[in-house]
């Protein structure tokens, strides 16, 4: 039970960390001018670019009915 857990959380921790560098650099393009977005729509694309990837990973976590990332 302690590896599959531990399995878990290293897993867990590699996707958030995912997330993270991800946030990083689209905050990074977004600061040099590389990505250009109109201030006005600036919060929408805020909660786009953090909410659709997140959704699309629980719906693909329950899908999969938890097992692949349980096995370990």
Do not use: H
């Amino acid at each position: 039970m302690e590896v599959s857990r531990v399995g878990l959380l290293k897993k867990i921790g590699m996707v958030c960390l995912g997330y993270i560098i991800i946030g990083f650099v689209f905050a990074w393009l977004l600061l040099s001018g590389v990505i250009t977005i109109a201030w006005d729509n600036l919060l929408m694309t805020a909660v786009y670019w953090t909410l659709y990837p997140a959704v699309i990973f629980f719906v693909m976590f329950i899908a999969s009915g938890f097992q692949p990332i349980l096995a370990g």
